[in-house]
């Protein structure tokens, strides 16, 4: 019998912890021929990135010149630095080893068969060059002689050669064994080994089989796991490894180790500031654990959470002040980061004298304070009800710093709309408008609202055609538009706008413009129409929010139809519907399945990243075309900044046939029929959901599914005079429409291409991302075969 330990080291950052594994973690007493001990078992591992912002191909992010106007735009997160910045000393290195338990298992030698220890060898050998289902049949065969020494000798060796997903099949297939027997110390070598291979979710299911056992995993399996989900890109992942730190801490009892808490934190802080502030808690506790443990406390732990209180909806400035108090004791500086963000506090919470305080602290440090702190300052004096002096903040701006900021113009002109002095929120649009700057849909909106309260519906009328002139579509200013219409009686144009809001894409239809023009209908006596519109928002399921004479006038007119008895509205896909959903699918869209098998029903989880400037657009879009097939919980939401980032439709039958087709046995896949299927707007919407345009100008679009499907795809790509190319990434394969085949690709699918999408999704020109991050080079090797790929697992988990 010989024993294996394996020796673990922390990590600070997962690049910093995956280079210091350089020790052999293979002692024993004796040197069997396969567990040979000439080479030192350290992984090769993938350096693992940090940054939540890291660009996937289909995320493109936001810009300063790319925002979406609504009339809630948080200016201070869509224009101004959207992470706090760590200083390069935050960062820290511990090589402290963690103490693990030993794996027994046998030598080779010590076998006392010849035949059994020839199989083991030939095992040893076989299984780790074969894939899953292959792999199982082999190990079904040996059922009769292999036991659970065997098999662990079988994974220890996979492991050793670097083939963990092979150890982790068999250690799987032992599992569904009569004779297993748990081996604590063998799942935890084998959950550390693949957590530091970014497979997160293989080393997660270990982690719980471990925890099923009446066990706690060790202090590694923790560390590892939670750096292997920070590492992994999607929009569940950061929320996974907050939940495993706060389980280390209260099921394990363990204090993690300074890096730990410092790469949690980073992570946490790393996103925009509406994503970010969520985490102020989990922020909190990191703190109180590393003051509790006695840590040395970097000063970006407390710039940290004063940025992220300084981001929450109610501000607690007495919780500010004390985190200032703090830093103070411990002799650490505010840095501008810390001031702006103790200012855009002050901002929030109308405090004219901190303000004042901070402001002259900013002075100091920098006699040219950054355009943020202009704009928190006028902030202030706009809450405490002085829009002057904000303007004479905005007028020094420009005076001191030679220019103005996009978030500059939004802010004076939102302060000056909303204390109606027109005059000067005219003359402040007309700069804006002539320096070139964009959007500009956020101040319009704010001007047309003016308007509204003022009455002034001939210059509301004004403003909404010149920003139909400079600005994209855009289905607020459109609803504002709508009511002031019905507000002054002009139905005939009311019901033009509202037609074209219905059959633009790009605009569509929400509550509000139904509930709006209903609320026209029935005070003008146009019963018949608006019968009509509350059948339709009784189809979309939307909520009727008009007065209660309108009310009483809408269920006079119901009444007035016959007496039957009203059978519920049957849902049915629209041949549009249709089409969306299989691009959708194409680009990633999952479908979960309850029941059981023969009484299965499905149901769609739309799921978007939050990070992505396209994705923001289009859930907006696709909640609404699919508005009626949501869950109660999904449909209440008051416009597009409050829709979830994942919604999932109710449970229908209609959905069986995509669940066969492009989900069977709970897996994504491509129907063999797909051919058939794949019109200019099914490709449009997976361009628009799972696709992405390079730097160059070429287009990608991304599919899972196995080889021989894809290249059906192609196959019907090419038939429809769509020439593409190939390259297989981890599991996930990318089609590439490179120069003309671009342009020709972008022909297509133009027609179906959200309005507001098409200048970020056209073939050529710049793009949000960066094709270099990924390095997908479709001319080497052949444009088909995966096998040709130069890259490495990507998405193995």
């Not at 935050?90 to 030598?107: C, G, H, I, N, R």
């Not at 299927?677 to 730097?695: E, H, I």
Request: proline letters at 4%; charged letters at 25%; glycine letters at 6%.
């Amino acid at each position: 019998m010989m024993i294996i330990s394996f020796v673990q080291y922390p990590m600070s950052t997962a690049l910093t912890f995956l280079h210091s594994l350089s020790s052999s973690p293979f002692h024993h007493r004796h040197r069997p021929r396969l567990l040979s001990t000439s080479s030192p078992f350290s992984l090769p591992l993938k350096p693992l990135s940090f940054s939540p912002l890291s660009t996937l191909p289909q995320q493109v992010l936001f810009s300063s010149h790319e925002i979406q106007g609504n009339n809630n735009l948080d200016i201070s997160s869509s224009v101004f630095p959207e992470s706090f910045n760590f200083d390069e000393s935050f960062d820290s290195t511990e090589l402290k080893k963690f103490e693990t338990p030993a794996v027994e298992v046998s030598e080779l030698e010590d076998i006392p068969d010849q035949w059994r220890r020839s199989r083991l060898a030939w095992l040893c050998k076989e299984l780790p060059a074969h894939k899953t289902p292959t792999m199982v049949r082999i190990l079904n065969a040996q059922r009769k002689w292999l036991k659970q020494e065997d098999a662990t000798y079988i994974a220890v060796h996979c492991m050793r050669i670097r083939e963990n997903e092979a150890a982790f099949r068999v250690y799987k297939w032992m599992m569904q064994q009569h004779w297993f027997r748990f081996d604590f110390a063998l799942a935890t070598k084998l959950a550390d080994y693949l957590g530091k291979e970014r497979k997160h979710l293989k080393c997660r299911e270990i982690f719980d089989d471990i925890i099923n056992q009446g066990r706690v995993p060790s202090e590694s399996t923790f560390h590892i796991l939670i750096i292997a989900y920070l590492s992994s890109p999607g929009p569940s992942e950061l929320d996974e490894a907050c939940n495993i730190y706060n389980r280390m801490v209260h099921l394990g009892g363990y204090k993690p180790r300074l890096n730990l808490h410092n790469s949690l934190f980073k992570a946490l802080l790393g996103k925009k500031p509406g994503s970010s502030k969520h985490f102020l808690k989990q922020a909190e506790f990191i703190y109180q654990n590393l003051t509790s443990s006695g840590l040395d406390i970097h000063k970006d732990i407390f710039g940290g959470l004063i940025w992220l209180h300084s981001y929450q909806d109610v501000v607690d400035m007495e919780r500010i002040a004390v985190l200032r108090a703090e830093m103070r004791s411990r002799g650490i500086q505010e840095s501008k980061e810390v001031l702006l963000s103790v200012l855009r506090a002050c901002s929030k919470d109308g405090d004219l004298e901190e303000a004042e305080r901070t402001w002259s602290k900013l002075l100091s440090d920098d006699r040219s304070p950054p355009s943020q702190a202009f704009v928190y300052k006028m902030e202030v004096y706009a809450k405490i009800g002085e829009p002057m002096k904000s303007l004479e903040v905005f007028r020094r701006m420009q005076k001191q710093l030679s220019s103005t900021s996009v978030a500059a113009y939004y802010k004076i002109i939102k302060v000056l709309s909303k204390s109606q002095r027109l005059d000067l929120a005219e003359s402040i649009m007309s700069e804006f408008i002539n320096s070139g700057m964009k959007p500009l849909i956020p101040s319009f909106i704010d001007l047309m609202g003016m308007y509204s309260i003022a009455g002034l519906h001939e210059k509301m009328e004004t403003t909404f055609l010149r920003c139909r002139e400079v600005c994209g579509p855009n289905q607020t200013v459109f609803n504002i538009y709508l009511d002031s219409l019905v507000h002054t009686g002009n139905l005939n144009r009311a019901e033009e706008i509202f037609n074209e809001m219905r059959g633009d894409v790009a605009i569509s239809l929400d509550s509000r413009s139904c509930n709006s023009i209903l609320r026209g209908y029935l005070t003008s006596g146009e019963y018949a129409k608006a019968e009509k519109i509350y059948g339709l928002m009784r189809q979309k399921k939307y909520d009727i929010e008009i007065e209660s004479s309108l009310m009483e006038k809408l269920d006079y007119v119901l009444s007035l139809r016959e007496k039957v008895v009203e059978e519920p509205i049957k849902l049915k896909l629209t041949k549009e519907q249709r089409e969306v959903l299989m691009g959708l699918l194409l680009g990633g869209l999952q479908i979960r399945s309850y029941g059981e098998r023969r009484r299965r029903v499905h149901a769609i989880h739309f799921e978007f990243n939050a990070e992505s400037r396209i994705h923001a657009i289009l859930k907006g879009h696709i909640h609404n075309e699919f508005h009626q097939w949501l869950g109660s919980h999904d449909m209440m939401v008051d416009g597009t900044d409050d829709i979830p980032s994942s919604f999932t439709t109710i449970s229908h039958s209609c959905f069986t046939f995509y669940a066969d087709q492009f989900w069977p046995n709970g897996r994504p896949g491509i129907p063999k029929l797909i051919h058939r299927w794949l019109s200019p707007c099914v490709l449009a919407y997976w361009y628009m959901y799972g696709g992405y345009r390079t730097s160059s100008g070429d287009i990608l679009l991304r599919v899972k599914g196995s080889r021989e499907e894809v290249l059906n795809i192609v196959k019907a790509l090419k038939d429809k005079s769509l020439d593409c190319r190939v390259k297989k990434r981890g599991t996930v394969f990318w089609i590439g429409f490179l120069g003309d085949n671009a342009t020709w690709f972008w022909t297509v699918v133009k027609p179906f291409i959200l309005g507001e999408l098409k200048d970020l999704l056209k073939a050529g020109g710049c793009s949000n991302g960066s094709l270099e991050n990924q390095r997908i080079n479709f001319y080497s090797g052949s444009g088909s075969d995966e096998k040709n790929s130069d890259y490495s697992d990507a998405d193995t988990s």
